[in-house]
Structure formats: C-alpha cells, structure tokens
C-alpha cells in the first residue's frame, strides 16, 4: 500500500505552492522545536512568519545587488581623507546617510582623476541597496552604448525606462569623452526623466565652467547642470591621484627589493 503522507509532508508541500519556500525547509525543525519547548500554535506560527520574512530579505537584497552591477570596491573605511588637498567630509558623511534619495535630489562628485569620486559613489549605491532601494551603476560610455544600439524607438523607450526605473541610478566618469548631439539628447532624456522624481550620483573630472567642451552646444551643458544641481549636494575633491601615489610607491618598492 502507497504510504499516507505524514501531515508536515502535506503541510510542506502545501507551503511550497503558495510560494513560502523557506517555512517548507524549516517545517520539520521548527516543529521538533515546537515540541521540545512546548510552543504555543501562535508562537509556532511567529517562526514560520519571521524565516520566511528574514530568506524573503535575504533574497531581494541579493537580487538588488546583482541588478546594481556594482562590481568590486573599496568600503569608506578605507578611504584616507587626509590624502586630497580638498573635500567637504561632513557632507561625504551626510550624503552616505541617503537623506537626499527621500528628498529626490542628486549627487554630483567633481575631481581629477584617481581621487575617490567612484569610490564614494560606489559606497553610496551600496548604502542604498543595504536599506532596501533598488539602484544601478553604470558608466556614461556603457550607457550611451546601449542607447544608442537600440534599433527601433520602442527598444529605445524600453532602455530609458529601464534607466529611469530604478531609485537610485550612478552615471560615473562624465567628461571623460565628448558627446555628440544624439546622445547629448539621450543623456538629457534620462536626467529630465528623474528630474524632482528619484535620484542620480553622478562623476564627473571636469568642472561644470568646462562642460561645454564635451557637448556639442554651450546650451544643452546647461540645461543638464541645471537639472542635475537644482537639488543636489556637490562634492569637489581637489589634489592628486591616488593611483599615481600608489604607482609610485609599488616602482619605488621594486627598487629597493
């Protein structure tokens, strides 16, 4: 005779089609539990509830962390404020805090090259997948390349949506390669779309006086620094590179050794 399924195997599959994958794992082991400490049917429903609210938590992060394709980098912890000739740390700190997301404003990180403006835009989306917003980093030349590949204007309405989706959207290394006026226009497109609805961080090496030098007219420079800093905290970081400190310093170890 076929053997009758014992009522946690039934209650367990059961819990697997309503989706509660977690509260089907632990089934068993939270019911010896039960048993051993004589919980209540309330306090065994309280377990059930809060592993399958804790691996739902665990779960959305991960997912928010692979849609950030934020890749490898170094934690605030070990960013050496003492090493740039100028940076405003108070507001580093504030901004890491994430009260702008609540308010939709921006961040904008002015500086040469190799002086932290990634890094601190980095820790910033991680701060904000950790407390439950969803965010993407991406450079400028990888964004404008997937726009500018889309062949069709509904693939291209579907890539800005997908830019102007998320809370939190990263545009690092603005300035590093001029534009020209089609994706001028695109880059316009997707901060106009954010503009006073959710938040941008951007990087950028030159300062705004100089963003007419990769853009192809003086007026759209403007109406994209107007967008970006009419809310926005701006962080200019002054001095030299760390990269080049450090290259400097692994040439003159090879030297000596």
């Given at each position: ?167 939190l959207l990263c545009i690092d290394e603005i300035g590093y ?48 620094i107007d967008r970006l800093t009419h809310h926005a905290a ?24």
């Amino acid at each position: 005779m076929p053997s009758v399924p014992t009522p946690s195997a039934t209650l367990s599959s059961d819990l697997r089609r309503l989706g509660l994958t977690r509260s089907a794992d632990d089934l068993n082991d939270l019911l010896a539990r039960a048993a051993k400490l004589r919980w209540t049917s309330v306090a065994l429903l309280e377990a059930l509830a809060t592993a399958e609210l804790e691996d739902r938590a665990h779960r959305s992060l991960e997912r928010r962390f692979k849609r950030a394709r934020l890749g490898r980098f170094k934690p605030m912890a070990d960013f050496e404020w003492t090493w740039p000739k100028t940076i405003d740390r108070p507001l580093v700190d504030g901004v890491l805090g994430l009260d702008f997301l609540s308010r939709a404003e921006n961040l904008v990180l002015v500086g040469a090259q190799g002086l932290g403006k990634t890094m601190i835009a980095k820790n910033t989306v991680h701060q904000a997948i950790l407390h439950g917003h969803s965010a993407l980093f991406i450079t400028a030349a990888d964004l404008l390349l997937d726009l500018n590949g889309q062949e069709t204007a509904r693939g291209l309405d579907r890539r800005l949506r997908h830019y102007t989706r998320p809370q939190l959207l990263c545009i690092d290394e603005i300035g590093y390669l001029a534009y020209d006026a089609h994706a001028a226009d695109l880059l316009f497109q997707i901060v106009t779309r954010r503009y006073e609805h959710k938040s941008i961080v951007l990087t950028t090496n030159l300062a705004f006086r100089d963003w007419h030098t990769i853009f192809p007219n003086a007026s759209c420079a403007v109406g994209l620094i107007d967008r970006l800093t009419h809310h926005a905290a701006i962080v200019k970081i002054a001095g030299d590179s760390y990269r080049l400190r450090e290259a400097e310093r692994d040439q003159k170890a090879r030297r000596a050794s």
